[in-house]
């Protein structure tokens, strides 16, 4: 039997158990769903195998001694994580989990000031800029679209701030400025959610649509 | 022993911080430590891979409820593993197991997400029918009509939603954003002056 057919079939099967859950949670969604995470834990395992290890296993150089030493270093530090699995011992992996944490942290920071708040707060300033605008009916569109941007982002960002101060009566309430602000800010964001929800509301539609035509194209061609 | 673990996470992280900074100085010993990092990161998914399995195990071996889905988790795991190990992610054995049950799983999870995100929508305003879940709502619908390919064509005056809701949500994805990464900061920022220990050093 070709490998296409028997691909195909898996997945009709696959996929009508998968569409089984609409009724109800039964024993061979469970099935679908405990194979899935085997087959899809062991295909990720090769692929760091393939992609992340064997690459810098296989370029050590093994003429130079210190270099094999200092290149075998993180492969010693991954090992000591099996640590992790048995409570008594587990302190030994913590120096490979405190470089991957400290290395991660500030891969974070950067990322988020590099990749996120300076070409956001960029964008922000730009989108007040009108020498771009052609004529005065487009450089007040681009005043108002500016406008109501900031006005949002600012907003959002004051819904955040949960600062409060204690009354006399003993109850902590935030600035009523503030309070009118964040208020703003959930009108800002509930619109924001909507927006991303119909967006991931249409990517779901849309893998529905191309699950239900493979089903359909597979009963044809079974069909003939 | 936690002063020394400390020690390994703050000096690394600065060290790959200031390489951001010092390009010319630290940027061979940054990419250095971020290569040992990804090694590392490779060696933890395959440990808790590793975690995956020997916890089914002990599932099937106490004989637990259920312990037959466990049975078939790892065997699965087992075999993907051990053929990928022998032939390679890009052998049509490993893509089988990528065509014929990663790929319709994954879509058909997403795919019956259609149907559990509306009754998820249903529960939302029976539970909470405020103003914002009125507006969330109302939102959800016209960007949907607007954006959605219908029979009959676009529908009368969807430039007008997708412009508005599109100027209102670039405003609060900002802020959004805007507050995640200012978290992100504040939380790497913790973990680097040693305030935030999450290896195991508190």
């Given at each position: 039997?070709?490998?296409?057919?028997?691909?195909?079939?898996?997945?009709?099967?696959?996929?009508?158990?998968?569409?089984?859950?609409?009724?109800?949670?039964?024993?061979?969604?469970?099935?679908?769903?405990?194979?899935?995470?085997?087959?899809?834990?062991?295909?990720?395992?090769?692929?760091?195998?393939?992609?992340?290890?064997?690459?810098?296993?296989?370029?050590?150089?093994?003429?130079?001694?210190v270099q094999l030493v200092i290149g075998l270093v993180p492969?010693?530090?991954?090992?000591?994580?099996?640590?992790?699995?048995?409570?008594?011992?587990?302190?030994?992996?913590?120096?490979?989990?405190?470089?991957?944490?400290?290395?991660?942290?500030?891969?974070?920071?950067?990322?988020?000031?590099?990749?996120?708040?300076?070409?956001?707060?960029?964008?922000?300033?730009?989108?007040?800029?009108?020498?771009?605008a052609g004529s005065s009916s487009e450089a007040v569109f681009?005043?108002?679209?500016?406008?109501?941007?900031?006005?949002?982002?600012?907003?959002?960002?004051?819904y955040f701030q949960f600062s409060a101060k204690r009354a006399?009566?003993?109850?902590?309430?935030?600035?009523?400025?503030?309070?009118?602000?964040?208020?703003?800010?959930?009108?800002?964001?509930?619109?924001?959610?909507?927006?991303?929800?119909?967006?991931?509301?249409?990517?779901?539609?849309?893998?529905?649509?191309?699950?239900?035509?493979?089903?359909?194209?597979?009963?044809?061609?079974?069909?003939? | 022993?936690?002063?020394?673990?400390?020690?390994?996470?703050?000096?690394?992280?600065?060290?790959?911080?200031?390489?951001?900074?010092?390009?010319?100085?630290?940027?061979?010993?940054?990419?250095?430590?971020?290569?040992?990092?990804?090694?590392?990161?490779?060696?933890?998914?395959?440990?808790?891979?590793?975690?995956?399995?020997?916890?089914?195990?002990?599932?099937?071996?106490?004989?637990?409820?259920?312990?037959?889905?466990?049975?078939?988790?790892?065997?699965?795991?087992?075999?993907?593993?051990?053929?990928?190990?022998?032939?390679?992610?890009?052998?049509?054995?490993?893509?089988?197991?990528?065509?014929?049950?990663?790929?319709?799983?994954?879509?058909?999870?997403?795919?019956?997400?259609?149907?559990?995100?509306?009754?998820?929508?249903?529960?939302?305003?029976?539970?909470?029918?405020?103003?914002?879940?009125?507006?969330?709502?109302?939102?959800?619908?016209?960007?949907?009509?607007?954006?959605?390919?219908?029979?009959?064509?676009?529908?009368?005056?969807?430039?007008?939603?997708?412009?508005?809701?599109?100027?209102?949500?670039?405003?609060?994805?900002?802020?959004?954003?805007?507050?995640?990464?200012?978290?992100?900061?504040?939380?790497?920022?913790?973990?680097?002056?040693?305030?935030?220990?999450?290896?195991?050093?508190?």
């Amino acid at each position: 039997m070709p490998i296409d057919v028997i691909t195909a079939f898996i997945g009709f099967f696959l996929t009508l158990i998968i569409f089984s859950y609409l009724i109800g949670d039964n024993p061979l969604f469970r099935i679908a769903v405990h194979l899935f995470v085997g087959v899809s834990s062991g295909y990720a395992a090769t692929v760091i195998c393939y992609s992340v290890l064997l690459p810098r296993f296989t370029t050590l150089s093994l003429g130079d001694p210190v270099q094999l030493v200092i290149g075998l270093v993180p492969f010693f530090l991954g090992a000591t994580l099996l640590t992790k699995l048995t409570p008594r011992i587990s302190w030994i992996g913590s120096f490979a989990l405190a470089i991957l944490v400290g290395v991660g942290a500030a891969t974070a920071i950067g990322g988020a000031l590099i990749g996120t708040l300076i070409p956001q707060a960029q964008a922000a300033m730009d989108a007040l800029n009108f020498r771009s605008a052609g004529s005065s009916s487009e450089a007040v569109f681009k005043l108002f679209d500016g406008v109501v941007m900031l006005t949002g982002t600012v907003l959002t960002l004051a819904y955040f701030q949960f600062s409060a101060k204690r009354a006399p009566d003993g109850t902590v309430k935030r600035n009523p400025i503030l309070e009118l602000l964040a208020w703003g800010g959930r009108v800002f964001i509930a619109i924001t959610f909507g927006v991303l929800f119909a967006g991931v509301y249409m990517a779901a539609l849309t893998a529905m649509i191309e699950r239900l035509s493979s089903l359909i194209n597979f009963v044809k061609s079974f069909l003939g | 022993m936690r002063i020394f673990t400390a020690v390994f996470a703050i000096a690394s992280g600065l060290i790959v911080l200031l390489g951001y900074f010092f390009p010319n100085q630290l940027e061979p010993l940054r990419l250095f430590l971020v290569d040992w990092a990804v090694i590392i990161a490779g060696m933890a998914v395959l440990v808790g891979v590793a975690n995956l399995a020997f916890v089914q195990m002990e599932k099937i071996r106490t004989r637990q409820k259920n312990g037959s889905y466990s049975a078939l988790l790892v065997l699965s795991l087992i075999v993907t593993f051990g053929l990928g190990l022998v032939f390679g992610p890009q052998h049509q054995i490993m893509r089988l197991a990528m065509d014929a049950v990663i790929f319709p799983v994954e879509a058909s999870l997403m795919a019956i997400l259609a149907v559990t995100l509306i009754y998820a929508s249903i529960r939302l305003f029976r539970r909470r029918a405020d103003a914002m879940t009125v507006l969330f709502l109302i939102v959800a619908v016209l960007f949907l009509l607007a954006i959605m390919p219908t029979p009959f064509g676009p529908i009368p005056g969807d430039w007008i939603v997708l412009e508005f809701a599109g100027m209102f949500s670039r405003g609060g994805a900002r802020g959004l954003l805007i507050g995640v990464a200012l978290g992100t900061l504040l939380t790497g920022l913790r973990v680097l002056f040693g305030i935030d220990r999450p290896y195991g050093g508190n």
